[in-house]
Nanobody
Framework: QVQVVESGGGLVQPGGSLRLSCAASGSIFSVYAMGWYRQAPGKQRELVARITSGGNTNYADSVKDRFTISSDNAKNTVYLQMNSLKPEDTAVYYC???????????????WGQGNQVTVSS
């Protein structure tokens, strides 16, 4: 079994910062990539940022220059540093991980439970 657990959400004022963490654990042979997605009420889930085990990153245009994704491959952990937060960043943030459980397994995607981030004065 694989578990993906997020932490670090909460309430912050506009212009503030938050840091999200996400750790994958369990029966893991290798992690290809981990990422953050978000879903606001009434909207579809969207990619926020993603990082591969080789360090390649990509970001949604709406968060470039404000959010930074990083990882600790040894711990199968990914972080999302969010600065200059805006009310439109309010959403449930989900972590996912593309994992190979054994050397012979196909890549599978696992999701965390989601963490609420609310940006409001």
């Amino acid at each position: 079994q694989v578990q993906v657990v997020e932490s670090g959400g909460g309430l912050v004022q506009p212009g503030g910062s938050l840091r999200l963490s996400c750790a994958a654990s369990g029966s893991i042979f290798s992690v290809y990539a981990m990422g953050w997605y978000r879903q606001a009420p009434g909207k579809q889930r969207e990619l926020v940022a993603r990082i591969t085990s080789g360090g390649n990153t990509n970001y949604a245009d709406s968060v470039k220059d404000r959010f930074t994704i990083s990882s600790d491959n040894a711990k199968n952990t990914v972080y999302l540093q969010m600065n200059s937060l805006k009310p439109e960043d309010t959403a449930v943030y989900y972590c996912n991980a593309d994992i190979r459980r054994t050397i012979h397994s196909a890549l599978e995607t696992y999701w965390g439970q989601g963490n609420q981030v609310t940006v409001s004065s």
